[in-house]
């Protein structure tokens, strides 16, 4: 297996502010209008580039707000959705009523909440493998040691076991997971120039 860890480690350098706090989804074979629809979302502005899908993440759904802001773009048989700010990908109440009949990738993060952050590989509404990024000794699901030794290979933590590096490879390593479970890598340019098809969710 080629990819690890290092092959992502450009997402937290080049995109700072959404790797504060972001969820990254694929769906397969749901294009991004049904998967709105799925999440009982509304429509939004389409945007150019992360940066502009940041700022009007943060413009739309402030602190008072009840909603969260998301774009989402088609490659190939995936829909990428991605979320500043936002958690409905890896939030089971959504994500597994929007899995009926499909394949479901999902992980986020969010640094202000002491890098809270989780895996989430569902299919057809039953979780197949979930854990924490920073945990991965604890893991659930259907298929939750079938991807173990995968798992290690990548860079996640086991933290009842002794490490190499004090490193936090986290998030780079649950986006090379992400790979593995697709076949699909997600790159800086992708994400710096796609014009993604948004829309706003109710928090829930």
């Given at each position: 297996m080629a990819t690890t860890a290092a092959d992502y480690m450009w997402f937290e350098e080049d995109f700072p502010d959404l790797a504060e706090s972001y969820c990254v989804t694929l769906v397969h074979d749901v294009p991004p209008d049904e998967l709105l629809h799925r999440l009982d979302g509304q429509s939004e502005s389409e945007v150019t580039g992360i940066t502009a899908l940041v700022d009007t993440a943060f413009d739309l759904c402030g602190p008072s707000t009840t909603r969260t802001y998301f774009g989402m773009t088609t490659l190939g048989p995936w829909t990428l959705m991605i979320e500043p700010n936002g958690w409905h990908g890896v939030n089971e109440k959504k994500a597994l009523p929007a899995s009926a009949g499909t394949r479901w990738i999902s992980h986020y993060?969010?640094?202000?909440?002491?890098?809270?952050?989780?895996?989430?590989?569902?299919?057809?509404?039953?979780?197949?493998?979930?854990?924490?990024?920073?945990?991965?000794?604890?893991?659930?699901?259907?298929?939750?040691?079938?991807?173990?030794?995968?798992?290690?290979?990548?860079?996640?933590?086991?933290?009842?076991?002794?490490?190499?590096?004090?490193?936090?490879?986290?998030?780079?390593?649950?986006?090379?997971?992400?790979?593995?479970?697709?076949?699909?890598?997600?790159?800086?340019?992708?994400?710096?120039?796609?014009?993604?098809?948004?829309?706003?969710?109710?928090?829930?």
């Open positions: 993060d969010n640094a202000n909440a002491n890098n809270d952050g989780s895996f989430l590989w569902a299919e057809n509404t039953e979780v197949q493998l979930h854990f924490e990024l920073r945990d991965a000794d604890y893991r659930s699901g259907t298929c939750a040691d079938d991807l173990l030794e995968v798992i290690r290979h990548l860079g996640f933590t086991f933290p009842e076991e002794p490490s190499e590096t004090d490193d936090d490879l986290a998030v780079p390593a649950a986006f090379a997971l992400a790979e593995h479970l697709t076949d699909l890598r997600i790159t800086s340019a992708l994400l710096r120039d796609t014009t993604f098809i948004c829309g706003t969710a109710e928090i829930r």
